[in-house]
């Protein structure tokens, strides 16, 4: 028996080596829907705990709707006629699960003081708020990602210096404030932008633009100013990190450097902030709303504790409420994909 | 007048529409004026209408945009005296218990339907009976209605009162079409009115287009118009000065500021609209009960100085419950003086001479006016706190669930004196909690409500300013609060009316826009 050299050499080395799939590629599925399954539960919960305290909140508010309701010259039996249609004179907990069963069954109940459905009324108001709330958040990541990066590439120089005294003023300053000046320069001073209202995108697209750039920037401020700080932060640090100057070291080019390695790494928390920035956006328009008198969630919300309208309130809080549920799963799942530390 | 409080007061100022008040004449200022009847007018208003089923809508402040697509029974000129509409004219065969109104023939509703008694019935017999009904109030003294033939109508009422036309003229005497009530469904309002609806979004805006068939057509001049509810004064400002609306009502505050835009936009006041005044409870602060004590209180507040500090000079003083130069008022009764010096004393008679101290309520609208007078009475030693409930919280607390001992109030200047005083100052009236009573008050009221002869309630009204002007009774003026239509000079036609309802019968947009 000859040996052969074949033998004598393990098959690991005779057999071309597999690559081994990187860890970061690798996604544990199970564990990643267990974490998804734990949130959703959670957020369950949360809603459950949300319509109470809607609900509870709602009866806190003084004063007797059916008073508003019944007018001038009312008389007390034409007020406790109006309380019992409206069935306000039932026990709270009659009223919650009263009211819990309509949400179950999507009908949230009619207006006490406009007579319609309730999710008609917020139908008509939501396509507003969420192109306002959608215009702030995309201006705001498009300044604080942009402004941050250039920050954090020339960190002590001028342009950092431009935009963090920004930044600094953005959030510094109330949103109404920034609304006020921008009205008053553009819209009455200089005419370029409407003062108030809001046009539908399906009647005219251009008019819908116009009436989101001024409200829009002015809800934007605040959060894209802590978007560039966040990303400053975050940019500044990674690029001071050794594997960095190593792909710098094998000639990836400043660009690919940045975009690819810095910010790419940069993410997971400015997810996070973006996450939490949307949530404010979407629930915080209520100032802005109103400065630029634009009929949106906020607007309504406003309207519905002046008027006692308790239907149309909660049914704002109960809607925004299942927003930030909503974000906050959404910015869970984009967190854990972004960074497998989580996942284990 | 009517009394109320305003519901929606978050902004603080009143909500104010522009109407057509149908049977008022077009304009003869500009008769010849090029309009545009191609064009629309857009209206800023602080409160939409709640809902087109009158009998559902929470108070007189939306009159003015039914009226844009319902006709009233009768109507306000621009002096605020009652004038027809739908009704041509009005009799009282038995002094004013009962009243046969002559409708107009050949007034046909927006679907075509003609407008006749039975549509009129229909529409009261609403408004006394749904359920929850709003205006029930109005017709309280309403026994029945009974057809007497196509074009005639009769109202029964349980007792003498000839306000009854007066009070035909806000929402009570809106007429809707039968069918609609019938069918129940109040999203799209038929009416007889100048305008039908286009669209509507509840809280936001509304478009309506010209009738084209309106019984009046000289009175529309213009194709349509935009309604868009801005509630923020300083957003109002900013969309009539910015042309985003062609008309709009502000504040005092606002209109000082508008006055930088005089070139493009002409302004009116609006005098005779809002009245602040004081309700006293005695039932919750027994010293409220003696009239020192309230006459004190009274003639320590400082009017000139709370129109000049507080409404920036938007205003004038009231001692009564007509604005000088309307029907009504008294030029013979003289106001109370403000003299903090012989309100101490009358303090001091009653007892009080260590001062007093209660709750006192106020719509946050009046919060500074509250404030003024808090200030004014603590130099007699009179200590108050002050609350502003958002709302119609000042209404409970005052009226329908009382709670404090005094507060402050908004009443609307318009319709009849003696339906106001009846409200206010009667002992059995929804504004007066505490029960004041003065035997000669009253007795004059009720004569004030059986005389329709003109200069016999010219002379009752004359007496009832005189003894209510300087002896507090359950409600007290305070100030008229002004408010400011401002319109863009593009517009032709427009003209101030007495009650407040800026109406655009007869107004248009100017060719050249």
């Known amino acids: 028996m000859t040996p052969t050299t074949d033998l004598s050499v393990s098959p690991a080395l005779r057999e071309p080596k597999k690559q081994p799939t990187p860890a970061k590629r690798r996604i544990p599925v199970a564990g990643l829907l267990r974490s998804l399954g734990s949130r959703l539960l959670r957020s369950l919960l949360l809603f459950g705990a949300v319509t109470l305290t809607v609900f509870g909140l709602s009866a806190l508010i003084p004063g007797d709707p059916a008073v508003s309701l019944a007018g001038e010259g009312a008389t007390p039996e034409s007020i406790a006629a109006i309380r019992e249609q409206l069935g306000l004179s039932k026990p709270w907990f009659e009223q919650y699960f009263s009211w819990m069963n309509g949400v179950v069954h999507g009908d949230l109940g009619t207006s006490f003081f406009y007579h319609t459905p309730v999710s008609g009324l917020l139908m008509g ?63 009455l001073n200089w005419r370029v932008f409407p003062a108030v209202g809001y046009t539908p995108i399906t009647t005219n697209a251009v008019a819908w633009f116009m009436h989101l750039v001024l409200p829009g920037v002015a809800l934007a401020a605040a959060a894209g100013a802590e978007l560039q700080r966040q990303t400053r932060s975050s940019v500044s640090e990674i690029l001071s990190q050794d594997y960095i100057r190593t792909a710098r070291a094998q000639g990836l080019t400043r660009r690919r450097v940045l975009w690819q390695r810095a910010l790419k790494n940069g993410a997971p928390p400015l997810a996070t902030v973006v996450g939490l920035q949307a949530a404010v956006l979407l629930g915080g328009s209520v100032v802005v709303e109103k400065v630029f008198s634009i009929p949106g969630l906020g607007t309504l919300a406003i309207d519905s504790v002046t008027l006692k309208d308790l239907p149309v309130l909660q049914g704002v809080v109960l809607l925004n409420a299942c927003f930030v549920i909503i974000i906050n799963f959404a910015t869970d799942i984009i967190y854990t994909v972004l960074n497998p530390k989580v996942r284990v | 007048m009517r009394a109320r409080m305003l519901l929606g007061g978050a902004a603080g100022i009143t909500a104010v529409l522009l109407a057509g008040c149908s049977a008022s004449p077009v304009d003869s200022a500009s008769p010849d004026a090029q309009v545009n009847r191609d064009a629309t007018i857009k209206v800023g208003v602080t409160n939409l209408q709640s809902s087109w089923d009158v009998a559902k809508t929470a108070g007189s402040l939306e009159v003015p945009i039914q009226k844009m697509v319902y006709d009233g029974l009768t109507g306000l000129d621009e002096k605020n005296n009652v004038i027809p509409s739908l009704a041509e004219s009005w009799s009282t065969p038995d002094g004013g218990k009962t009243y046969d109104f002559a409708l107009r023939a050949g007034v046909t509703f927006s679907n075509g339907d003609a407008f006749d008694a039975t549509s009129a019935k229909a529409t009261i017999d609403h408004y006394l009976t749904a359920p929850g009904s709003t205006v029930a109030g109005q017709l309280s003294n309403v026994q029945e209605v009974d057809i007497v033939s196509p074009t005639q109508l009769r109202f029964v009422q349980k007792q003498v009162d000839v306000s009854l036309p007066a009070v035909l003229s806000d929402r009570a005497g809106i007429m809707m079409d039968a069918k609609v009530i019938g069918a129940g469904d109040f999203t799209k309002p038929v009416g007889t009115g100048p305008f039908t609806l ?3 979004q509840p809280g936001v805006s509304i478009t309506l287009s010209a009738q084209p068939k309106y019984w009046m057509p000289d009175a529309v001049r213009v194709a349509g118009v935009t309604i868009t509810q801005i509630q923020d004064p300083v957003a109002m400002a900013n969309a009539i000065r910015s042309g985003s609306v062609d008309m709009g009502i502000v504040g005092a505050a606002q209109a000082v500021d508008l006055k930088s835009a005089a070139d493009i936009l002409s302004t009116y006041p609006i005098k005779g609209r809002q009245l602040s005044g004081i309700t006293w409870n005695p039932d919750l602060y027994k010293p409220l009960a003696d009239q020192r004590v309230r006459d004190a209180l009274n003639m320590a507040i400082d009017r000139e100085g709370i129109v000049k500090g507080v409404f920036l000079g938007q205003g004038e003083a009231a001692s009564q419950f007509r604005l000088d130069g309307l029907p009504g008022f008294s ?27 209660f709750t006192f309520v106020a719509p946050v609208k009046f919060a500074k006016e509250a404030e003024a007078i808090q200030a004014n009475w603590a130099t007699i030693g009179v200590k108050i706190q002050v609350v502003n409930p958002p709302g119609s919280g000042p209404a409970e607390a005052l009226w329908y669930k009382p709670s404090a001992a005094a507060g402050l109030w908004s009443f609307d200047g318009k319709n009849d004196l003696s339906n106001a005083y009846q409200q206010m100052l009667l002992p059995t009236a929804a504004y007066n909690p505490g029960k004041v009573v003065d035997p000669k008050v009253t007795d004059l009221i009720q004569q004030s409500a059986g005389t329709a002869d003109p200069a016999a309630r010219a002379k009752v009204f004359d007496q009832l300013a005189e003894i209510t002007s300087t002896s507090t009774q359950a409600n007290t003026p305070v100030a008229w609060v002004y408010q400011v239509v401002a319109y863009s000079k593009s517009l032709v036609g427009v003209k101030p009316w007495a009650s407040g309802f800026p109406i655009l019968t007869g107004v248009g947009v100017a060719a050249s826009k």
Do not use: C, H, Q
């Open chain 1, 125 to 187: 108001r939501l396509p507003v708020t969420l192109s306002l709330a959608l215009f702030a958040i995309i201006a705001a990541v498009l300044f604080g990602i942009l402004a941050g990066m250039l920050a954090a590439t020339r960190r002590g120089r001028l342009a950092d210096k431009i935009t963090t005294v920004l930044s600094t003023v953005g959030i510094a300053t109330p949103n109404f404030w920034v609304g006020m000046i921008l009205l008053i320069l553009f819209s």
């Open chain 2, 198 to 200: 286009e669209s509507a």
């Open chain 2, 331 to 357: 030029s013979t009764a003289k106001p109370i003086s403000y003299d903090p010096e012989k309100a101490k004393k009358l303090l001091a008679e009653a007892g009080y001479a260590d001062g007093l101290s």
